[in-house]
């Protein structure tokens, strides 16, 4: 399982869209084990090219701050589970909780 996750700053980026790298951490959710952490450059904005760009990488899922529905509903479509109203943390912190299940999603802060 691979997880994607917007940074800025080396933290989860309250706005995926504008972020300035992705964290692609590939796990194992039987073991609840982070296995690596690869940190990729964002491509230039451009709406409706993230769902796709981060399937092509191997991403099941997406844990971000905000995320308006029409970006979600693209996830969806590719097969990436959206987790939103995550707390700015290190990757491996969001990682580590979504795999034990402790995960705290609070208000999704996008609105659009």
């Not at 800025?8 to 796990?27: I, N, P, T």
């Not at 693209?74 to 909780?97: K, N, S, Y």
Request: aromatic share 4%; hydrophobic share 40%.
């Amino acid at each position: 399982m691979k997880i994607a996750i917007p940074l800025a700053g080396g933290k989860l980026s309250m706005h995926f869209g504008h972020c300035e790298r992705f964290a692609l951490v590939d796990v194992d959710p039987t073991e609840k084990t982070i296995l690596k952490r690869e940190d990729i450059d964002a491509p230039p904005h451009q709406p409706g090219l993230l769902p796709k760009w981060l399937a092509e990488r191997g991403a099941n899922v997406i844990i971000a701050g905000g995320m308006g529905q029409r970006a979600q509903d693209l996830f969806v479509e590719q097969g990436i589970q959206v987790i939103v109203g995550a707390p700015a943390d290190t990757p491996e912190r969001l990682a580590g909780d979504y795999l034990a299940g402790t995960l705290q999603a609070g208000e999704n802060v996008c609105d659009h």
